[in-house]
C-alpha cells in the first residue's frame, strides 16, 4: 500500500502541471494513474457505439446506474489510432500495414460500389483531405504561445512541430455540442512517453443519454466559435445569410479590439528609451575609440577581427552589447553609454503577423472597394491575414476567390518561427482552421505564379532570396542593403500539386535534404538569371527590391507601437529579409518581389565561410560609419 502511495505522488509529481493545465478534477487522478499503470481501457463497460438512421455512429451511457461525477473511477482512457507530423503522413497511410484501411472505416471514407475497387491512391487521397474533422493534437514541448517571440535562425527542429493523432474509434464517435455532457484532454504519460486522451464526465448521466464534447472549448466568441465549427458543420459556407457576417461591424470589431489591448500594454514587457534617447541624432561615430565588444553569438566571437573592435567576457565592461537575447531595458542604454545591436519594438518587423500588419499600411490598399483580393497592403506583400483574430476576413475573402475560380493555395506560417518549421501548404480551408490551434499562424497566399531557376541537376525549381538589410538610425530612417545576397533553392522541380512534398514547395534545404544543397554565389546568379529571363535586367529587378525595404522600413518607422521600430539612439541593427519573385498578378512580364520574412540575429555561416571578413564590414559600417569596402547601398538618410 505504501509502495502503491509513493507511486502516485510520483505520477502527480511528473504530471500536475498537465492535469491542473487540462482542467481534470482531481479526485479523477488517482484512478487516471492506476488505469495508465494497468493500461486500462474499461469504456466498453460503461459505454456503447450506436449507429443512428443516418448512417452516424454515436456514443451513449450504457451502465444501468449511470454515472456521477463525484465517483473517481468516471474517468476512461481513449487510445490513439494513428499518431503522425503531417509531413509524414502521406508516407505512413503507404507503408505502415492496415493503416490506410484502418482510417478509411474510421473515417467513413467508403470505396466506390460500382467500381468494386478504390484504389490504395484513391483512399489516401480521401484520407488526407477528410481526416481534418479527426485530428486531434499536441506537442512535447511548447516552444511559442499566444505571445510574440524573437523570429531567429535557430537550430531547433521537431520540438517546434505540433503531432496530430487521431483518437480510436469510440473517442472518434463522440460528437460535438455545446453543451457538452464530457470533457476530453490530453495527458503525455511520462513512464511510457506515450500520449492518451482522458475522458471524464461534465455532470451526472443517466442511462441513454449521450455523450458529447465541445471540439472548440476554449473558444467562447459566437462568430469565432461559428468559424473553428466548420470543418464539422460546412454547411454555413453555402449559407449567404452567415457570410455576411464576416465582413459585418462585429468582425471588424474583434480585429480593433485585439490591436488595442496589443497597444495598451507595454509591449513584451520592453522599457522604451527616454525622450532623450530618442531625440533625432546624426550618426557621428567616434574616430579614435576602440570599442569593446560583449557577444554570444558564435560567428562575431570567430570572425571578429576588426583592430578597433575587442571582445570580452563581461557585459558590464562591454561598449558594444551584439546579443541574441531579447534585451528589454533600452531606458538604461545611453546612461551606460553601450551600444546595442537590437532597436526597440524591433518584433514589429521580425514577427510574422506584426510584420504583415506593418506592410499593409506602406501603400494605399487598392482602389478603396471592399472585396478587393488582388491587393491587401502593397503588391509586394502576399495577401496575408492573422488567424488568431482576422478569421472571419480570412474566410470571407477566401469565400470570395473560390466564387470567382481564384486560386485559394494558401500556405500557414507562426508568428515566430524560421526556415519553414511548421510551415504548412494547402487549399483545404479545414486543414487552415485546424492549424490555428497548434499556436499563433498568419496565413498567406501561396506564390502560385513565382519566378523559377532552372538547374541542370533538376529543372524548373523554386528559390528565394536572402538580403541581410542594416539600420543605424530609426529618426532619421539610415537603412542600407548590403549587394552580397544568398540563395536558396528547392530540391524538385515545382508544380501546382504535392503540396506535402517539401522538397518541391520550400527552398530551406542547409538543415534538411542537404545531400542535394545548391549552392550558387551571387555574382555567379546574376549572368545564369539573365540568361533564363533575358527580357529583365537584374540591375532592375534589384532595383524593385531596394524599393521595396525602403517602402517596407517606413512604414514600420511611422506607425504606433506595437507596429512601430522604435528610435533609440544606442541601437544598431541588421536583419534578413527573405523574400521570392514572382510574376505580376495582370499576366504581364512584369517581376514583382514578394517579402517572405524578416529574421533577427540571421545565421551568417555561409556569409563567414566565403567572406571571413564579413563581421568585421558589418560593425565598420553600423559603428563606425564606414563599409570599408563593402558593396552596400544606402537605401535611406
Known sequence: MADEDEEYLQFVALHRSQLEFVGI?????????????????DAGIFFTMVKERDGILKVFVTREDGMKVSDPYCVFLIDHAWTYQVNYARAQLKTIPGLADRMGSLMAVTKDEESLQMSQEQLIEEILEKMWSFNQSYRLKVSYSNSHMYQKDAHDDDEHTPLWFVMDEFGSCIKHSDDPSFAIGI?????????????????????????????VAPITEPLLRDCSLLPW???????????????????????????????????????????????????????????????????V????????????????EADILWIREHFKDFRSLQENGKFINQFPNENSLVCKDLLAAVCQNATPCGDGKED??????????????????????????????????LDNHWICKPWNLARALDSHVTSNVNYILRLRETGPKVVCKYIENPILFHREDVGQVKFDIRYLVLISSAEPLVLYADKVFWLRFANQPFSMDSFDVYAKHFTVMNYRDSENLKQVHHHEFIPMFEKQYPDHRWADVEAKIFKMFREMFEAAVCDSPPKKLIHCSQSRAFYAVD???????????????QVLEVNYVPDCERACQYHPNFFNFIFSLLFLGDSNGWPVEKLSG
Not at 25 to 41: A, G, R, V
Not at 375 to 391: Q, S, Y
Not at 579 to 593: C, F, R, T
Open 25 to 41: 478534477p482531481c479526485h479523477f487522478w488517482k484512478s487516471i494513474h492506476t488505469k495508465l499503470k494497468n493500461e486500462t481501457y
Open 187 to 215: 495527458l503525455h504519460y511520462v513512464p511510457l512517453g506515450m500520449a492518451f486522451s482522458i475522458l471524464w464526465p461534465l455532470r451526472d448521466m443517466d442511462y441513454g443519454e449521450e455523450v458529447t464534447r465541445d471540439y
Open 233 to 299: 458543420f460546412p454547411d454555413k459556407l453555402e449559407d449567404e445569410n452567415w457570410i455576411k457576417q464576416l465582413t459585418a461591424e462585429r468582425a471588424i470589431d474583434l480585429v480593433r479590439e485585439e490591436l488595442s489591448a496589443m497597444q495598451m500594454k507595454d509591449w513584451q514587457g520592453e522599457l522604451y528609451p527616454s525622450h532623450k534617447c530618442t531625440e533625432l541624432t546624426a550618426v557621428t561615430p567616434d574616430s579614435e575609440k576602440v570599442y569593446r565588444v560583449f557577444t554570444d553569438v558564435q560567428q
Open 301 to 316: 566571437t570567430d570572425f571578429l577581427t576588426h583592430p578597433r573592435f575587442f571582445l570580452v567576457d563581461n557585459k558590464e
Open 372 to 405: 478587393d483580393l488582388l491587393v491587401r497592403g502593397p503588391e509586394w506583400l502576399p495577401v496575408t491575414f492573422n488567424l488568431n483574430f482576422e478569421l472571419p476576413l480570412f474566410l470571407d475573402h477566401y469565400i470570395k476567390r473560390k466564387k470567382r475560380g
Open 579 to 593: 523574400l521570392m519573385l514572382k510574376w505580376a498578378d495582370d499576366g504581364s512580364n512584369e517581376i514583382v518581389p
